[in-house]
């Protein structure tokens, strides 16, 4: 599921509110503890990072290097967000599959993969950063959710990289739905 606008639309407003997110980490705060267990807040952006280079490189080889920049995760970030966008815009790109970490699967639903990853890891840079992940677009969220329920529902959850769901109201923001959907306790923040 995603939202009237389509996969590839979606990744992008994900990547560019996430982008905004990543931007405001203060330097000081990129070694802080993040939601994920044992990773920091640049342990978390660079995992988004890398899973964005690694769809890009299977689509569009030339096009998929961030460049190396030490001092700021933000144009790692941006730079590999723009690198898988332009390797879905390669003729035919959308039509093939692509290998993930569970598995070979159709590049639209690794696109929803992805869009979910930069949800909720830009959630969880939110969150460890004092940032206010409702900036995060709802609508996006709400078609993760929906894509998550659907993949749940297909496969063993143990066969997944995620912790078990916490519980919460259907009137919580759907981001906070998204992330609890995913072990994310948003409880925690307030």
Do not use: K, Y
Request: contains cysteine.
């Amino acid at each position: 599921m995603t939202s009237s606008a389509g996969p590839v639309a979606d990744l992008e407003r994900a990547f560019r509110a996430a982008a905004a997110i990543v931007d405001d980490v203060p330097p000081d705060h990129r070694d802080a503890p993040s939601p994920c267990a044992d990773w920091t807040v640049a342990d978390v952006v660079e995992h988004v990072i890398e899973g964005n280079l690694v769809v890009a490189r299977a689509l569009g080889p030339d096009l998929a290097d961030a460049p190396e920049v030490a001092e700021s995760l933000a144009p790692r970030f941006r730079s590999s967000a723009e690198a898988l966008v332009a390797a879905l815009a390669l003729p035919d790109a959308l039509t093939g599959t692509v290998t993930v970490p569970f598995g070979t699967v159709p590049v639209p639903v690794a696109v929803q993969l992805r869009t979910i990853e930069a949800l909720v890891h830009a959630w969880d840079v939110a969150v460890a950063t004092g940032q206010d992940p409702a900036e995060l677009p709802a609508d996006v969220a709400e078609a993760g959710i929906g894509f998550s329920e659907s993949m749940f529902a297909s496969t063993d959850r143990a066969r997944l990289p995620f912790a078990p769901a916490v519980a919460l109201p259907e009137s919580a923001p759907a981001i906070d739905r998204l992330a609890a959907m995913l072990g994310r306790d948003p409880g925690s923040r307030h």
